[in-house]
């Protein structure tokens, strides 16, 4: 029987995955790996099952064809630890917008319900826009 996953153990499968650094990536090896952290070795079955974890993995396996596992290198230390910080606020700016916008779509999500608007009519496609008659 697949093991569920707690929420903390769905959060270091995918550090896992982000941080991968051999050139193949496999479902057995993410399994095998998982094992060290979360204590005894996830089916493959419970991992695709997760839709989180099923998509981070789909982009790291399309990364690592597309560019392969190549670090850049900077020139020295200073360029790195610049970059580094860089990236540490980007990424600080990010997670918050990240969290604005999560917390924008439970008040939407909230007020849908409040008001009988169906989860298939939020869904709806956009209209198609006709370009000749906007010219």
């Known amino acids: 029987m697949a093991k569920h996953l707690s929420k903390r153990d769905i959060e270091a499968v995918i550090n896992i995955i982000l941080g991968w650094k051999d050139d193949k990536l496999s479902w057995d090896g993410l399994c095998a790996s998982s ?27 399309a990364g690592i064809k597309q560019k392969g596992n190549e670090l850049p290198k900077p020139g020295n ?13 980007e990424n600080d700016m990010l997670k918050k917008k990240n969290a604005e916008l999560l917390e924008k779509f439970v008040i939407w999500q909230y007020n849908a319900y409040k008001h009988g608007v169906k989860e298939h009519e939020l869904n709806e496609s956009l209209p198609r ?3 000749e008659r906007t010219e």
């Open 35 to 61: 094992a060290k952290v979360i204590g005894k070795i996830p089916t493959r079955q419970s991992l695709s099952a997760n839709k989180a974890i099923k998509e981070v993995f789909k982009a790291r396996k």
């Open 77 to 89: 230390l200073n360029i790195a630890a610049e970059r580094i910080a860089r990236l540490q606020n």
């Open 129 to 131: 826009i006709d370009r």
